[in-house]
C-alpha cells in the first residue's frame, strides 16, 4: 500500500473514531443521577433519631410531654447533617415540589424538593438533608401540574434554608425542571 493510501486510512480511523466519541459524550448527560440517600452522610442513619420518642406514641397531642418531644425530635430533624462533598456538583435529582413562590398560570418559581408525596405538609417534616431549595428562573416555563414528579438539575450548593414548611439543608438556583414522567424509561 502506497504511503498516501496508509495516511488516508489513518486520517479514516481517526475521524469515525472522533465521531464515536463525540456521540457517545452527547447522550451523558452533565448533571449526573443523585438519590436521596446520597444526601445524607453514609455514618449518618435517620432512624437513630427516633431513639427515645417511642413514648410520644402513648401520649395525647395536647399533653406538654408530647409537645416537649415534638419540639427535641423537630430540632433534630432541623439539625440534620449534610454532605459537604457535594456543594458545587452538577446533579440531577427526582421528587416532589412545594410551592413557595409561583408566577403566571400554575409556574412555580420556588420551591422546596422533597423525596416523598405530602413531606412537609404533615408533620414533623423530613429532615434538612432531605429538603433542597429550589429556585428556577422568571421565564422558565413550568412542565405540568404543582402535584407532579419533577426532575431538578442544577449545582446543588450546601445552603440551609428555613420556611414555615420545614429546613432545607441545600439549594439548587438557577434550575433547569422537567416533568418525571418525560424523562423515565
Known amino acids: 500500500m502506497s504511503q498516501h493510501l496508509w495516511r488516508w486510512l489513518l486520517l479514516l480511523i481517526l475521524a ?3 465521531f464515536l466519541v463525540g456521540c457517545d459524550s452527547k447522550q451523558r448527560d452533565p448533571f449526573p443521577e443523585l438519590s436521596w440517600d ?3 452522610p453514609p455514618d449518618w442513619d435517620p432512624n437513630d433519631q427516633f431513639d427515645g420518642f417511642e413514648e410520644a406514641e402513648e401520649l395525647a397531642d395536647e399533653d406538654p410531654r408530647a409537645q416537649e418531644l415534638f ?3 423537630q430540632h433534630i430533624l432541623d439539625d ?3 454532605v459537604d462533598a457535594l456543594d458545587g456538583k452538577a446533579v ?4 416532589f ?15 422546596l424538593l422533597v423525596p416523598y ?13 432531605q429538603i433542597i431549595h429550589v429556585v428556577a428562573p422568571e421565564d422558565a416555563p413550568w412542565p405540568g401540574g404543582l402535584f407532579d414528579s419533577v426532575w431538578v438539575r442544577g449545582i446543588l450548593q450546601v445552603t440551609p434554608f428555613q420556611t414555615h414548611l420545614g429546613r432545607a439543608g441545600y439549594r439548587i438556583d438557577h434550575a433547569q425542571i422537567t416533568r418525571y414522567e418525560e424523562e423515565t424509561p
Open 16 to 18: 469515525v473514531g472522533l
Open 38 to 40: 446520597d444526601l445524607m
Open 71 to 73: 419540639r427535641e425530635l
Open 80 to 82: 440534620a447533617p449534610v
Open 92 to 95: 440531577r435529582l427526582p421528587g
Open 97 to 111: 415540589v412545594l410551592p413557595l413562590a409561583e408566577h403566571g398560570e400554575g409556574g412555580v418559581t420556588e420551591f
Open 117 to 129: 408525596f405530602g413531606a412537609c405538609v404533615h408533620v414533623p417534616p423530613p429532615p434538612a438533608n
